[in-house]
């Protein structure tokens, strides 16, 4: 199943990515509206269209580049089929459906996570909702960047201990789906830039996810980088793929060291494993 998602996917990566290496004036009369037939839930969608369209998707416009690529992501939950809305440069317009793979999310228990941190006093919850709200505002941003569109590497090399999606029971309390990937390494770890972009966040002491770390890959894509035991990236920093950003820890709510990546489409989040099988 995994070989035909991605197959599914490139389908509508590789025509954005050859676009970017061909001649401006040939990709001022390419006409072709390119997506993926069907994408899995969590998938991170390039699609190309007409430079100078409009597009719409999930009641959002979309950021189109200068050679007609667009980017949107699939949520956990997404159902389908998926409606893309292209209103060309001449005129025509064009609607795009695309179909949802459903995926199975088993249930990974976490036991012995401090229970403040699974049932929060008052304080403590105000605290949380807060520093959630800040990391939610820095997701918002819309830059003209398309430092998405690069392969994406691993920040860390190690073992895979959680997986996004997979529902999570926190000392036998159920919890939400895992909003991202976690990958076990020491702490100590230095951290790299998994692509190119700029710190939208960071922040050494969230009460959840302990040392946590935001970075902007334009178009409303993004990574985060959670109970990190150092940040070596300040706001406003521009970083390149593979330089060093921080250092793996054990901060927040965490039972050991790792690192937590996640990655977003605006709020919606998307699976990092799918990103970096695009190469």
Not at 62 to 89: A, M
Not at 113 to 120: A, H, L, R, S
Not at 236 to 241: A, F, L, P, T
């Amino acid at each position: 199943m995994r070989a035909l998602l991605l197959g599914s996917v490139l389908a509508g990566a590789l025509p954005v990515l050859l676009s970017a290496a061909a001649p401006v004036e040939a990709q001022a009369t390419d006409s072709r509206v390119v997506f993926p037939a069907s994408a899995s839930q969590g998938a991170m969608v390039i699609g190309k269209v007409p430079a100078g369209s409009s597009v719409r998707y999930a009641g959002r416009s979309l950021r189109v580049s200068g050679y007609g690529s667009v980017v949107f992501g699939i949520g956990r939950d997404e159902q389908g089929p998926l409606q893309v809305e292209v209103q060309r440069p001449d005129g025509g317009s064009e609607r795009v459906a695309i179909a949802v793979t459903p995926r199975d999310w088993p249930v990974e228990r976490v036991n012995g996570v401090p229970p403040k941190t699974v049932n929060p006093p008052p304080a403590i919850a105000e605290r949380i909702k807060r520093e959630q709200a800040q990391v939610t505002a820095a997701r918002a941003r819309d830059d003209n960047r398309a430092d998405f569109a690069q392969p994406f590497v691993w920040p860390v090399q190690g073992r895979i201990s959680g997986r996004f999606g997979n529902a999570r029971v926190y000392n036998g309390q159920p919890g939400s789906g895992h909003s991202g990937m976690d990958i076990a390494v020491p702490t100590g770890t230095p951290v790299k830039a998994p692509a190119a972009g700029v710190v939208t966040f960071a922040a050494p002491d969230l009460y959840l996810t302990g040392g946590t770390l935001l970075l902007d890959h334009g178009f409303g894509v993004s990574s985060n980088f959670l109970h990190l035991s150092r940040i070596d990236v300040k706001v406003g920093d521009r970083v390149e793929q593979g330089q060093v950003i921080a250092a793996v820890g054990a901060t927040g709510r965490a039972t050991g060291p790792h690192l937590h990546w996640g990655m977003n489409w605006f709020d919606t989040r998307i699976d990092p494993l799918l990103v970096l099988e695009r190469r």
